[in-house]
T-cell receptor
Framework: KAGVTQTPRYLIKTRGQQVTLSCSPISGHRSVSWYQQTPGQGLQFLFEYFSETQRNKGNFPGRFSGRQFSNSRSEMNVSTLELGDSALYLC??????????????FGPGTRLTVL | AQKVTQAQTEISVVEKEDVTLDCVYETRDTTYYLFWYKQPPSGELVFLIRRNSFDEQNEISGRYSWNFQKSTSSFNFTITASQVVDSAVYFCALSDENRDDKIIFGKGTRLHILP
């Protein structure tokens, strides 16, 4: 069974640009959660999508958004990039709801660098 | 407020030694879940264990064991007879069912197993 895949793996953007990251969950999984990992703030929850609906959202500005498609694939978008958005963005999928309910399987992440 | 503290930022031990990673959590809820994840150099988080607040039994899985003590709000992780492949960053995390289901991660402990 294929694991969680994230594309692209590496991305370099400049301030003010926008970026879209993609996550394909494990086949059959309906929940996708996104996390941001930085050296300073550590791992922080961004949002969770389940059955195409955002179920939960972390404390991030509105520049961070996401969506989930009917095949459970998810995208997250960051508009008007800032230097502080440089991070490893991790996606996790689970069979049912994420959070405390089910084991989450993580992808390898997308390393975003904002110059 | 929820909080997870991993006081040990970095630990180095020689191969075959036992090592314990500390995790102290804070929550006002009675129903919550605790997790440990491993992040090897490849970046992908690997789920190790999920434990609910009503189950205080210690758990052993091969060389790994977990000691959950509600009285001290701790969920410590011990690796017995450590191996070089255990070198990674280990994260403790907390999620409670009654609030918003978000997973709060500790800052992580970087473990170096020296040959």
């Amino acid at each position: 069974k294929a694991g969680v895949t994230q594309t692209p793996r590496y991305l370099i953007k400049t301030r003010g640009q926008q970026v879209t990251l993609s996550c394909s969950p494990i086949s059959g999984h309906r929940s996708v959660s996104w996390y941001q990992q930085t050296p300073g703030q550590g791992l922080q929850f961004l949002f969770e999508y389940f059955s195409e609906t955002q179920r939960n959202k972390g404390n991030f500005p509105g520049r961070f958004s996401g969506r989930q498609f009917s095949n459970s694939r998810s995208e997250m978008n960051v508009s008007t990039l800032e230097l502080g958005d440089s991070a490893l963005y991790l996606c996790a999928s689970s069979l049912g709801r994420g959070g405390p309910y089910n084991e989450q399987f993580f992808g390898p992440g997308t390393r975003l660098t904002v110059l | 407020a929820q909080k997870v503290t991993q006081a040990q930022t970095e630990i180095s031990v020689v191969e075959k030694e036992d090592v314990t990673l500390d995790c102290v959590y804070e929550t006002r809820d009675t129903t919550y879940y605790l997790f440990w994840y491993k992040q090897p150099p490849s970046g992908e988080l690997v789920f190790l264990i999920r434990r609910n607040s009503f189950d205080e039994q210690n758990e052993i899985s091969g060389r790994y064991s977990w000691n959950f003590q509600k009285s001290t709000s701790s969920f410590n992780f011990t690796i017995t007879a450590s191996q070089v492949v255990d070198s990674a960053v280990y994260f403790c995390a907390l999620s409670d069912e009654n609030r918003d289901d978000k997973i709060i991660f500790g800052k992580g402990t970087r473990l170096h197993i020296l040959p």
